[in-house]
């Protein structure tokens, strides 16, 4: 594909300096919040415990509403993340916590599924998976730092339900900030990355499908800017024989962006608590954490509970970042439920 890069949505350029004040990102719940997620939590348990039966109506917060307006404005079309802090965690076990979280999302997006059993709950802890294994996928993975990047959806939501013993910082990245400094710098390898690039599929596949796909990495769609960013991805596509090679040019770009997520100047650094709630923006936002070390043995295991969400806010997107771009996964939509020798 040939394009002439230009800079997009500058209105959210900003660097590390400008959003270094937690309070200017942090949405912090008052009492009057709390005693209405209670009695919406009361509200959607006497129609089901199942959280696919519950839907926005069947979640009511009416005295929230304007407040979730804003956090869903902010996400698309303003500084592209938000902590809601916190939950009450004394008052509330996991699944309540989850309902409450659950139900929270709603208001801000619908459910999209997460991977091919169709989990519209997704569980962030270590699951054994080991870190070389080609299919694992990253909240499977524990203990190791995860490098910047996106998810497959809109909206992506992290609610902490224990932290780690020892580190698992969540760091977000402005990578509209690193893609308009490219566009100056290096606008050769803004390019690269509007070309369809070979993506792994990591054994998710359509039932008789090829093992990889293809998409961009930067798409500009009615002069917005759309980012899915996930480079191991890309790079992994290249153990399947028949994937396109990637170029020298498309493996230095990957790795600029990657390089430019790490510089200080373009990201920030959040250690969410029990009960907190993360919301990022999938399209402008990369996400990752640092390592950790875990202790489950006295109830000290990184768990964290994901959401990936459609927004309703945003009305237009390129074809590649419909939901329906993974159809084969929604086929069945599921919750994901660790089993109980792993819930610590």
Not at 125 to 140: I, L
Not at 224 to 237: D, E, G
Request: proline fraction near 6%; include cysteine; aromatic fraction near 8%.
């Amino acid at each position: 594909m040939s394009v002439t890069p230009r800079k997009l949505d500058t209105h959210v350029d900003w660097r590390s300096r400008d959003v270094q004040d937690p309070a200017a990102w942090t949405v912090a719940l008052t009492a009057a919040d709390h005693r209405e997620l209670d009695a919406a939590l009361a509200h959607a348990k006497a129609k089901s415990s199942n959280l696919l039966d519950i839907g926005r109506d069947d979640f009511p917060l009416d005295g929230l509403v304007p407040r979730l307006a804003e956090i869903e404005r902010e996400l698309i079309d303003g500084r592209g993340f938000v902590r809601i802090s916190a939950l009450d965690t004394d008052r509330y076990d996991d699944d309540d916590l989850t309902m409450l979280y659950w139900g929270v999302g709603m208001h801000l997006g619908d459910p999209w599924p997460q991977n091919k059993h169709g989990h519209v709950m997704g569980d962030v802890t270590d699951q054994g998976r080991a870190p070389d294994d080609p299919e694992a996928r990253g909240n499977e993975l524990g203990l190791i730092a995860l490098d910047y990047h996106t998810d497959g959806s809109d909206l992506v939501g992290l609610m902490c339900l224990r932290p780690a013993k020892r580190g698992g910082l969540s760091c977000v990245a402005n990578v509209v900030a690193i893609y308009n400094q490219l566009v100056e710098t290096r606008p050769d390898l803004v390019a690269a990355l509007y070309d369809h690039l070979p993506w792994d599929f990591r054994g998710e596949q359509p039932p008789g499908g090829a093992p990889f796909y293809h998409r961009r990495v930067f798409t500009e769609h009615e002069g917005r800017l759309f980012v899915r960013f996930i480079p191991q991805y890309i790079k992994a596509s290249q153990r399947h024989p028949d994937a396109p090679r990637l170029s020298p040019l498309v493996i230095e770009a990957l790795d600029t962006v990657s390089a430019m997520a790490n510089d200080p100047q373009f990201n920030v650094y959040m250690d969410l608590r029990p009960g907190e709630i993360q919301f990022i923006n999938n399209y402008h936002v990369l996400h990752g954490r640092t390592a950790y070390e875990d202790d489950a043995a006295s109830g000290q295991k990184r768990h964290l509970k994901r959401l990936w969400l459609a927004t309703r806010y945003l009305t237009s997107r390129p074809e590649s970042f419909k939901n329906v771009a993974r159809s084969h996964w929604a086929e069945k939509l599921s919750v994901s439920r660790l089993p109980a020798a792993e819930k610590v």
